[in-house]
Nanobody, 118 residues
Framework: QVQLVESGGGLVQSGGSLRLSCAAS????????MGWYRQAPGKQRELVAL???????NYADSVKGRFTISGDNAKNTVYLQMNKLKPEDTAVYYC????????????WGQGTQVTVSS
């Protein structure tokens, strides 16, 4: 199994920045992509950004140009740099890891709260 631990959430004013970190441990060799999802109160969980082990990235339209996902293979850590934050970015942010093995579900972190005040 893969264990994911997020950190870096908090309260920030509109226009500010935060960096989230997600440290992976366990069966890391089976991970082929990692990403960030978020869930606001009363809304469904949605994709924010993904990065593959090959370095390809994908972003939700709502965060393009403001958020950057990156990875540090030596530290088994994925980051989400969030700039120009807006109140609508307020949510619990979850780290996600996809497994190469057929039938093995994705791994999820416990979530970290991001609150953007107007």
């Amino acid at each position: 199994q893969v264990q994911l631990v997020e950190s870096g959430g908090g309260l920030v004013q509109s226009g500010g920045s935060l960096r989230l970190s997600c440290a992976a441990s366990g069966r890391i060799s089976s991970i082929f992509r990692m990403g960030w999802y978020r869930q606001a109160p009363g809304k469904q969980r949605e994709l924010v950004a993904l990065i593959t082990t090959g370095g390809s990235t994908n972003y939700a339209d709502s965060v393009k140009g403001r958020f950057t996902i990156s990875g540090d293979n030596a530290k088994n850590t994925v980051y989400l740099q969030m700039n120009k934050l807006k109140p609508e970015d307020t949510a619990v942010y979850y780290c996600n890891a996809g497994d190469l093995r057929v039938g093995v579900p994705d791994s999820w972190g416990q979530g970290t709260q991001v609150t953007v005040s107007s």
